[in-house]
């Protein structure tokens, strides 16, 4: 998607409301010229032929209409002609009101929509990112585009069009009766506004590049604030406040004096269009006066009148429209950080759309030359030849860094392999569908992710099928359902962002649970038991030992006790497969698992 097609795509769907729109804008402009017009009957009857006593040499079409007007109305007697214009120009005035707030009613609706299949569309884009780019680019600056960059986008693009269209079908209909009144005075004036499109155009030429510098700042700045409340117990525990906050400080200055710049050559139009209005209403007086008062007026004094009446109401939206085009110019640097996103390509290949393959291992999982790098020219993997037989326990070990972790997030398709291949069974991965896999997995990560939601939500999280009585076996299982028991709601309890309110030790129980409800074909455990205590690791162990049965298990430890009863352990180092066998035949080969088993005292 490009920038110069955003906004169409978005308001295609609802052109039938533009379309209103603009015929409702119409006929309330066309209603405000029709009560001005028929204000200059009323004051022909009100001063009579005491305003002018020299009669209108070549009348104007306008003057032909509201004479016939004039004529018809007089002959009841000037009494109630009065009566009849006041009523005329009431009942116009209603039906202008009331065709105004049909069109804000209109435009304000569709405004609202299209925000919000923008913000589903960038949200939706968000669920869909690889995971390498989420993990490259700043929580704050993403949290900032599906936020302030579409309030922006409302507030300048959306919110200016409207004032443009309405803008522009006001001047050119005002423009239009002013031409039948009087082409040659709307002629003069009208000399003025190229030089004001000039000025405009001069001062807004670099506003595009500033206010998509100043959209950057403002995410950095959400960024800033993001880490420091994460990182506070460091922040505070380091007495690293009066650095953070000076960092802060200096930052938030330079974002103030761009935004400063900014909205300073944008309040530049609005003074700059007032004066060459004014400049023009000036002009009008000057030159309209003496089309009045001339030996051969060309103008009556009444139609001057609502022709002064009807320059000057142009005069709004005529400055409207450069003001307009300066907020939209500053609007579209919100557009290309919000096609940014849109335009990132997931480089997870899938097979095309429809397809679905129902998996079900009769072998396993098989890694061949499979090497992976998350920057260019740094592989974390290096031709990994590696089989997760169907049905058994397979563990990885090795130092942080060694690239356990990685070789896990390749089976779900979270990212895929620089080289090689991955098959299950005699099926490539590249020809599965990411979500048949998924639908196959359960993981239980390292980082425990919950969510402010109710416990038996989380458990369930993905699936509503589940009834209480399977969420509280899956809490027993994971020797969890004893802490939440005691809890003042129970399964209903509000846990908080993350789980705030319960223990390490007590969310890793949680995130088991949920694996176990799961009941998945292949269950990976990411440093399950890492935030357990002895005495609950040992329960919680006894329960992973349970549901490992059967099931393609593929477990990442640190601590080398929990996994010496596995089927098979990987040890990794520096992105490769170092040794491969059970507990008992690798001990005996004196390598790097022995060493691993010296420093825990399992030797």
Same mark, same amino acid.
């Given at each position: ?25 119409? @006929? ?12 200059? $009957? ?29 004529? +018809? ?89 409207? +004032? ?33 499109? #000039? ?19 403002? +995410?950095?700045?959400?960024?800033? !604030? ?23 400080? $200096? ?34 007086? @000057? ?71 129902? !998996? ?139 789980? +705030? ?44 030992? $349970? ?43 004196? #390598?790097?698992?022995?060493? @691993? ?7």
């Amino acid at each position: 998607m490009e920038s110069k097609s955003f906004t169409f795509h978005f308001i295609k769907p609802y052109i039938g409301n533009l379309i209103l729109f603009l015929i409702l804008g119409c @006929l309330s402009a066309i209603l405000s010229i029709s009560s001005i017009l028929s204000a200059s $009957n009323f004051l022909q009857i009100l001063f009579g032929e005491s305003m002018s006593s020299v009669p209108i040499s070549n009348p104007s079409f306008i003057d032909n209409i509201l004479s016939k007007v004039y004529s +018809s109305v007089i002959v009841y007697g000037k009494q109630n002609a009065l009566y009849i214009f006041g009523g005329l120009i009431f009942c116009i005035y209603l039906f202008k009101d009331i065709f105004t707030y049909l069109s804000s009613y209109v435009i304000a609706s569709t405004r609202t929509r299209i925000i919000r299949n923008i913000r589903n569309t960038l949200f939706q884009k968000y669920l869909s990112l690889p995971l390498s780019y989420m993990n490259s680019h700043r929580k704050g600056d993403l949290i900032s585009r599906i936020s302030n960059d579409i309030i922006e986008y409302d507030e300048n693009v959306l919110k200016s069009l409207q +004032s443009i269209i309405i803008g522009v079908i006001t001047v050119i209909l005002y423009l239009i009766i002013l031409f039948y009144i009087d082409a040659k005075l709307t002629s003069t004036v009208l000399i003025m506004f190229p030089i004001v499109g #000039g000025l405009v155009s001069f001062i807004s030429r670099r506003l595009r590049s500033s206010s998509k510098h100043l959209q950057q700042k403002s +995410s950095n700045i959400i960024s800033m !604030i993001e880490e420091t409340i994460s990182g506070l117990r460091i922040i505070k525990s380091h007495t690293a406040i009066e650095l953070v906050n000076n960092r802060f400080r $200096n930052y938030n200055s330079s974002f103030t004096r761009l935004r400063n710049s900014i909205y300073r050559r944008v309040d530049l139009a609005s003074p700059v269009s007032e004066f060459f209005g004014n400049v023009m209403i000036i002009s009008l007086l @000057l030159i309209g006066s003496s089309s009045v008062i001339s030996s051969s007026p060309t103008l009556s004094p009444e139609l001057f009148i609502a022709y002064l009446i009807l320059f000057a109401l142009i005069i709004k939206p005529a400055k409207d429209i450069p003001t307009s085009l300066f907020n939209f110019k500053k609007g579209r640097a919100s557009v290309d950080r919000l096609v940014e996103i849109l335009n990132v390509e997931n480089n997870i290949n899938e097979p095309y759309e429809g397809s679905k393959h129902d !998996i079900n291992l009769k072998k396993g999982i098989l890694y061949k030359d499979v090497c992976f790098s998350y920057k260019e020219g740094i592989d974390v993997l290096k031709n990994i030849n590696l089989f997760f037989e169907k049905g058994k326990t397979t563990a990885i070990v090795g130092s942080s860094g060694s690239g356990k972790s990685t070789i896990i997030d390749l089976i779900p398709k979270f990212y895929q392999p620089k080289s090689g291949d991955i098959f299950f069974d005699d099926t490539n991965i590249k020809d599965l569908n990411s979500t048949d896999i998924r639908e196959k997995i359960a993981i239980v990560t390292q980082d425990t992710i919950l969510f402010n939601d109710t416990i038996f939500n989380n458990i369930t999280f993905g699936n509503s099928k589940y009834t209480m009585e399977q969420v509280i076996e899956a809490a027993k299982i994971a020797s969890a359902d004893e802490f939440i028991s005691v809890l003042p709601d129970g399964y209903n309890t509000i846990i908080g962002d993350r789980g +705030s309110t319960l223990s390490g030790g007590q969310r890793q129980r949680l995130s088991i649970a949920r694996a176990v409800l799961r009941n998945a074909e292949i269950l990976i455990l990411d440093e399950a038991t890492s935030a357990l205590d002895t005495t609950n690791e040992k329960l919680v162990q006894d329960a992973i030992s $349970n549901i490992t049965l059967g099931r393609t298990s593929i477990i990442i430890a640190h601590r080398l006790s929990t996994i010496v009863n596995a089927d098979k352990i990987i040890v990794m180092d520096n992105g490769e497969i170092k040794e491969e066998g059970t507990h008992q035949e690798l001990l005996s080969q004196g #390598g790097i698992y022995t060493k @691993l088993c010296s420093m825990q005292s399992l030797a």
